[in-house]
């Protein structure tokens, strides 16, 4: 088929299409949009606390953790490329 005929038969359906049809189809591409984020919302729940907090929350019952911070030293000379 040539691309001039499917030219002209896309144009004699979409001619063809009243705008209820379209109006229809729009509102539930819109109906399936909204679904999909209603679900995506449900099994992604936000944490209601920060990750420090979470982890803090977790270690309480054990008394909590006590980490010795090493001192900073100085960077390391960076590579020479000569």
Partial sequence: MRKVDLQQQAVALIEQLSTE???????????????????????????SQDLGTAIHELFKPFGGVELEIPRREPAREPPRFD
């Fill in 21 to 47: 049809k379209l109006k229809s189809a729009v509102d539930y591409l819109v109906y399936l949009q909204d679904a999909e984020a209603r679900n995506v919302s449900r099994d992604h729940e936000v944490p």
